[in-house]
C-alpha cells in the first residue's frame, strides 16, 4: 500500500483556524468513531484476502488533507483536520479494536493461557499502541523524524509479539483461528508504520528543501 497524499499539505488553507463548541468537539469525535467503525467493520469482512489493506482504504475514499496542527475551512464550507482524521490513526484504531475482541475471546475459552503470557502481550500491545498514537500526533506537527523514532519502535513492538508467540497454548481449533486474526492484525499494524516511515521520510526531505 502507499500513504502518500494522507501526509500533504495544502498551502491554499494557510492561515485559517475554527474554533469549535464542546458539543461540536463530541459531533466530531463521534464523527470520527464511525469512520473507525466502517474501517472494523470492512476489515472483518476481507482480512483473509491479502490486499485487504488497499482494498479498504480505497473504499473509505478518504480525501487528502493536511495535518499540520491547525483546524481548516475547505471549499465547500467547513472541514476541520485534526490528527484524529489521519486515516493511519483511524485504520490502526480499528485493527487494535479487532485485536482486543479477539484476545477477549481466546482468554475466555482457552483454560491453558496462563495469566503471564497475557499479560506479557497485553503491555507490548499498549506499548505499540502508544507508540502509533505519538507518531502519529508527531506527524501532526510535523515533527517527521520523531514520528520515524515512534513508528520504528511500532515495528520492534510487533516484531517482539511475533516472536513470542511460540508462548501461546498447543495449537487446537480455537487457537489457530485467533493465531490466524492476530497474526494478520500485527502484519496489518507493521506495514502502516512501516508506510508512515516512508511518507515521514519524504516529508522531511521536502520539508528541507523548501527551508
Not at 497524499?5 to 463521534?30: I, V
Not at 507518531?135 to 513508528?151: K, W
Request: hydrophobic share 45%; aromatic share 12%; glycine share 6%.
Amino acid at each position: 500500500m502507499n500513504l502518500e497524499g494522507y501526509f500533504s499539505q495544502d498551502e491554499s488553507d494557510e492561515g485559517y483556524f475554527l474554533s469549535l463548541s464542546e458539543r461540536g468537539w463530541h459531533s466530531y469525535l463521534d464523527a470520527v468513531d464511525s469512520e473507525a467503525g466502517k474501517f472494523f467493520r470492512l476489515f472483518i469482512e476481507s482480512r483473509s484476502i491479502s490486499n485487504h489493506l488497499d482494498m479498504i482504504f480505497a473504499e473509505m475514499k478518504w480525501k487528502k488533507v493536511i495535518f499540520d496542527g491547525c483546524d481548516c475551512p475547505n471549499e465547500d464550507g467547513v472541514e476541520v483536520v485534526t490528527f484524529h482524521k489521519n486515516p493511519v490513526l483511524i485504520a490502526s484504531k480499528a485493527i487494535f479494536f479487532f485485536i482486543e475482541r479477539i484476545w477477549d475471546v481466546l482468554v475466555a475459552e482457552e483454560k491453558g493461557l496462563s495469566a503471564g503470557t497475557c499479560w506479557r502481550f497485553a503491555k507490548i500491545i499498549a506499548s505499540m499502541r502508544e507508540e502509533m498514537l505519538s507518531g502519529i500526533a508527531s506527524v501532526d506537527s510535523c515533527e517527521y523524524i520523531l514520528g520515524i523514532c515512534h513508528f520504528k519502535n511500532v515495528v520492534a513492538a510487533v516484531n517482539d509479539v511475533l516472536s513470542s508467540m511460540w508462548k501461546l497454548p498447543k495449537p487446537g481449533a480455537k487457537v489457530n483461528g485467533f493465531t490466524n486474526d492476530f497474526t494478520v492484525s500485527l502484519f496489518d499494524i507493521r506495514e502502516l508504520a512501516w508506510q508512515s516511515i516512508v511518507m515521514c521520510n519524504i516529508s522531511e526531505k521536502r520539508y528541507n528543501e523548501g527551508s
